[in-house]
Each structure stands twice: as C-alpha cells, then as structure tokens.
C-alpha cells in the first residue's frame, strides 16, 4: 500500500508563483522581493516587529546564542525534551549545555527544575554527570524553552523566572508556528525565537528558518551575521566571522505561498487531533499530549501520545511496528537530550518526567494532507490493533 507519512509537506498552489516570479526577473539569489515579502507575512502573523528569514531553524538559534553573546565555557540552560538542533549550536559556541526535564501538564521545561538549574549554575554546586567535580559558579547566558510538538510551554512561569535572574530567553518555536499562549504566539515571548521551515513542519521552504524580534537591533545584527558579516566598504572586507545563513529568494517564494494558507493549515493539524481523539480517546492506557486549559492553543504540529503497556496491553514500540508493517509511519518522541550519548557529561535537572515520554511515547501521522482514504485505513487499524470495535 502507499506510504502514509508522518508529516509531509503540502502545497498551497500559489507558492509555484511566486517561485516563477523569481525565476523570470532573475532573482536567484539569497537576497530579493520573496526573501523581503516572506519576513513581512511572518512578522504580520505572528505580531512580531522584525524577522531575518535564514537557512535553517539551526541557524536562527546559532546566531540567537551569538547575539547574546554566548562564548565558550558559558552556560546556556536547554529544554531535555527536544531535537538535538536545539542543543548542538550550544556546543558550535563551546559552551555549556544544562539540560532541564519537562513538567508532565505540557511535556515542556519545568519550571520548577529551571530555577533550581540556574541557582546550582550561580552557586557553584553544578555536577556534570558522571563527575564528582563541581563547576564553576556563573550565571547563564541564555534559556532555550521549547514548544514541543506544537505545544506552547508554560511562559508565565518561565518568563518569570527569568526575568528573577535577568536572563535572556531564546524560545525554540520550530515545531509551533501558529500555537499561542495567553492570545500571545510563540516565539515573541522572549528576546528572540526562532521558527523552522523544514519540510515536516506545518509550513516549508523546504528548509528553511527564521529569528525573530522586537528589536531592530538584534535583527539587523543577525542578517549582517547571516551574510557572511561583511563590512560596508566598496571591496569585500570582513572584521568579524560571519556565516551564510541568508534564505534563498526562490524558497523565499515558496514560504510567501505556504503563509497564504497557514491559518487554514493549523485548522486542519487541530482537526487531525480531534479526529483521533475521537476514536482513541477513552480507552485506558493511552494519553494524549494535551492543551492544560484555555490559556493554551497549540498547532498540534504533530499529535502525540503516551501508552502505558500493561494498561493497554500493547507498547508504544510495538504499536510503531504494527503501523509500519502496513506501511504507515509514526515516529516516538524525542530521545531526550541529556540521553544523548553526544551530551552524555551534561548537567541534567529533572525527575525523570521526560525519560518516562520517550519510553512510552509515539507521534501519529498528522499531515494536513491527509486523504479521507488515509484516515480510515488509520483508524480501521487503530480499531484491529487496540480492539476498539
């Protein structure tokens, strides 16, 4: 039978006129009227002042770890739960990453063991693990929540802290464009975000990020770094390292057609959700990833679940190879970061909540353009496998 993705891209049909549009007045370059279009739409929105569109989400959260200036040694305090991009540009810089376990309400950083995170790093009673030696005392440059598979984190409590501690934060709304908290989308609550255009996120460039703000500066620093940081002067002539991490204005096409059809894109990724609740939901053993009240409206990017095996009588493993065998994929969550053999020496705070996810939990196919054939042919073996019917 024909693969069911997880989350594939789905076009909108404008996005190949704006890509012609390009291609017939000559701008094939990292620079142009898409690239200058795409950072209006986003900044119109998700009510944010600026935006530099980039090559990657990864290289947003570069240059945001840059323009905090983050240097080696420093620490920078980083979501467990989440993909590795979020972690590795710490290591780019040299820096210190220290992991910080989710809360169960959202599966996103606690706010309990972000606080006790940053008093460790401020007294000088940090461990990496593994080690008996303790750290030196420093407070950390930077915070990196994560909005986890749509889900915004809980931004009251995080912004609070800190603000506590005077500590910038870098949100990580790769997977939430769209999703807000409070009426306030992702990605503007703190100094900078960053957003992702990969080609399974809710909309592409094929790849593709952003990094956003409400300051000029910070922006305007970032497209100079994005452009190799090369100084205004009539020859080329560089007095810093920058880096090519501009968009291409011919993806830049692409995004401008994609945002046309966002908001309806993020209806379609809810109603997916709602379509499985409403066939899954209820049977014991299986828990969806869930908005904790009215304060909180997420994307649902992916839908997501956790299966305690001996309630349900089925693993989410098993559940995954069930699904692959007639050719359908899912996906279980992310591998935290702190068990990570890459990140194995980190400092890590946390109870354990993001070890019990990933052990238990998978990501169901959540494209927008999922067919009405697609769906049944899910669901009739949700029904064979779960015994729903």
Not at 149 to 165: D, E, F, H, L
Not at 346 to 365: I, K, M, T
Not at 372 to 387: C, G, T, V
Request: net charge negative; aromatic share 10%; charged share 20%.
């Amino acid at each position: 039978m024909d693969r069911i993705w997880l989350s594939s891209p789905h076009m909108g049909g404008n996005e190949i006129s704006y890509v012609n549009e390009a291609y017939e007045t000559n701008w094939i370059a990292p620079l142009g009227p898409n690239v200058d279009g795409f950072e209006k739409d986003i900044q119109v929105f998700i009510d944010i002042k600026h935006a530099a569109a980039l090559s990657s989400g990864t290289a947003a959260l570069h240059l945001a770890l840059l323009l905090a200036d983050v240097q080696a040694g420093d620490y920078v305090i980083c979501q467990s739960m989440t993909f590795s991009a979020s972690a590795n540009p710490i290591a780019y810089l040299g820096a210190q990453p220290v992991f910080v376990d989710s809360e169960v309400d959202t599966w996103n950083m606690s706010p309990q063991f972000l606080e006790e995170a940053i008093r460790a790093c401020l007294s000088g009673k940090m461990k990496c693990l593994g080690s008996t030696d303790f750290l030196p005392a420093k407070k950390p440059k930077a915070i990196i929540p994560v909005h986890l598979y749509g889900m915004p984190a809980n931004m009251n409590s995080i912004v609070a802290i800190a603000k506590k501690y005077n500590i910038p934060i870098i949100e990580d709304a790769a997977e939430s464009l769209g999703s807000k908290y409070k009426e306030k989308s992702t990605g503007t609550f703190g100094e900078m975000g960053i957003l992702s255009f990969n080609g399974n996120k809710i909309i592409t460039t094929s790849g593709g990020g952003a990094l956003i703000s409400d300051s000029e500066e910070l922006v305007l620093r970032a497209r100079f770094l994005s452009t190799q940081a090369r100084d205004d002067a009539p020859h080329y002539q560089h007095s810093q390292i920058g880096y090519n991490y501009r968009m291409s204005n011919i993806l830049a096409g692409i995004g401008r057609g994609q945002m046309e059809v966002l908001g309806d894109r993020v209806k379609q990724r809810r109603a997916i959700n709602s379509w499985y609740r409403s066939f899954i939901e209820g049977k014991e053993g299986i828990v969806f990833q869930s908005e904790p009240d009215n304060h909180y409206f997420s994307n649902y990017w992916l839908t997501a679940i956790i299966i305690d095996p001996i309630i349900s009588g089925i693993s989410s493993e098993e559940l995954r190879i069930k699904l692959l065998e007639d050719n359908i994929e899912s996906r279980p969550l992310w591998k935290p970061m702190h068990l990570q053999p890459v990140f194995r020496s980190a400092p890590y705070f946390g109870g354990g909540v993001s070890d019990l996810l990933f052990a238990n939990g998978l990501c169901l196919p959540s494209g927008s353009n999922l067919s009405i054939d697609q769906k049944q042919r899910i669901e009739s073996i949700f029904n064979r496998i779960l015994h729903f019917s």
